[in-house]
């Protein structure tokens, strides 16, 4: 193997045992200046992505102890590493994948060291990211709370008001 060949190699595996998140997208007519507006909004999530030779590609996922299914594996391929948030890495791929001008197909990939399918993955894309998930467990905790709370404040309003009532009921009674 040339030496260039051998550093991509070394370059893509040293990036796929780094990334434990990553998608496997099949190319579809990316040009050049919406792959690089892809590049940006990817960079911004933390994330890369790196068009390469489909047997570099499986020669890098062998060496680092993934086995791909070679078949699926068709047309021109390339990655999209995880960033910081690897559900919002997801997220922006399908977000881009879906839009009108259908430049990328998303087949497969690594998400926290498991292989999945597309369709595992475009489903992962669509759990609330990391904020989102502690607003949920947060309004889960706070419920039973707010609920106890209100019933002891009906309580206590109740009482007030019946007091109230029965106040002017004697100042009423007295006054006659």
Known sequence: MRQEKQLLLDEIKGQITQNSTFLIMRNLGLGANTANSFRDDLAKLGGS????????????????????????LTGHIGLIFAGNDPLETLKEAFKF???????IEI????FEG???TA???ELLSKLPNLDG???ELLSVLEAPLAH???VMNALVTSVVYCLDNKV???SQSSNN
């Open 107 to 110: 087949v497969g990939g690594q």
């Open 49 to 72: 992505v790196e068009i390469v030779r489909k047997r570099i590609m499986i020669k890098a996922a062998k060496s680092a102890g993934i086995d791909l299914d070679v078949s699926a």
């Open 133 to 135: 998930m502690r607003s």
């Open 148 to 150: 106890t709370l209100s």
């Open 97 to 103: 994948s879906q839009s009108g001008k259908k430049t």
């Open 114 to 116: 498991k292989l999945h």
């Open 119 to 121: 369709e595992q993955m």
């Open 168 to 170: 002017k009921q004697d």
